[in-house]
């Protein structure tokens, strides 16, 4: 852990979430803001060419193209392919430059607060969100681990070390200044926990946190023919990390019928109605709420 010696912190991944591109811009202006004496940190415009256009890709979705057999695969060449693979080598290839800590950097038009999004189960990451939710109520910890990093499509499947921060609700291709100022709170928290930490100066004590746990995805009521035909019911809309209990509303029908929860046990619904969703079959996310010793 003390070989931490580059730090990347990618925003645009998607190109029109403007939080993390803008953020990227202040931070590559004002590199004094992120500097810390024990590492060097880094920025990355991940998809510039879809922030320049506000769109969240041009061909493919960036963050799907990082599994290790499409980086491998020398016939992928769509512009986000090739640009997966330049970020590979720019922040995984070279062991002079390779990042030992990704901060990815994400907006969402759901309600998502501040969320750190845990793709693995390295217990430096969960002992960070640990910190950061203890230093702020805000802060949630969703956890969708993948059994292993070769299965992990997200450009924090290059380093073992980091997350990604989702903040919402925003819309696609627009700025917030509360969302923007707590996200980039966020960051120096992060790279102030990494500076004590290499350090020394953060004890190693077991702390208690509340992740919410993947369990699945959930569409839109659809006809065979894939049209939708339903809507997020109105007393769902925006209760993202709220309890959804057996007979809760979940949808709403156009012909104005509810469809209800038709599950056994208690979920906690997230990415409720995310916008970008709409073209992967997802109308939310079901996690499951527990505590955690870190």
């Known amino acids: 852990m003390n070989q931490m010696n580059r730090v990347a912190i990618v925003g645009g991944t998607h190109g ?32 510039p060419n879809a922030f320049a256009v506000g769109r ?6 960036l963050n799907r193209c990082f599994l290790k057999q499409d980086l491998q695969d020398p016939t992928l060449n769509s512009y986000e392919e090739l640009q997966a693979k330049l ?20 907006s969402s038009t ?13 217990p430096f990451n969960l002992k960070l969100a640990a ?20 299965e992990n499509p997200f450009v924090n499947s290059l380093c073992e070390l980091g997350f990604a921060i989702e903040v919402g609700p925003i819309a696609q291709g627009v700025l ?20 004590q930490f290499k350090q020394g100066e953060i004890p190693s004590t077991n ?36 309890a959804l209990n057996p007979g809760d509303p979940v949808f709403i029908s156009f012909d104005g019928k509810t469809i209800v929860y038709d599950g ?12 970008a969703y709409y073209e992967k079959g997802i109308a939310m996310c079901l996690t499951q709420r527990q505590q955690i010793n870190t």
């Open 176 to 195: 917030k200044a509360t969302l923007f100022q707590q996200t980039e709170e966020l960051v120096h928290a992060v790279l102030d926990y990494l500076e």
């Open 110 to 122: 759901a309600n998502m607060g501040l969320t750190i999004i845990i793709d693995n189960g390295h």
């Open 87 to 106: 970020i590979q080598n720019t922040l995984a290839s070279n062991r002079d430059k390779q990042a030992d800590f990704i901060l990815d950097l994400h």
């Open 207 to 242: 702390e208690t946190l509340i992740v919410y746990d993947h369990l699945s995805t959930v569409d839109y009521p659809k006809k065979p023919d894939g049209t939708i035909f339903g809507m997020i019911h109105p007393e769902l809309q925006d209760k993202d990390y709220q």
């Open 16 to 47: 029109n979430e403007f939080t993390g591109a803008y953020l990227i811009q202040k931070f590559a202006q004002f590199p004094d803001l992120i500097t810390r004496p024990s590492f060097e940190t880094v920025t990355l415009l991940a998809n």
């Open 264 to 275: 056994t046990s208690t979920v906690w619904p997230i990415f409720i109605n995310e916008a």
């Open 131 to 150: 910190y950061l939710s203890h230093i702020s109520p805000l802060v949630r910890i969703y956890r969708c681990s993948f059994k292993s990093i070769e």
């Open 56 to 61: 969240r890709y041009l061909e493919k979705d």
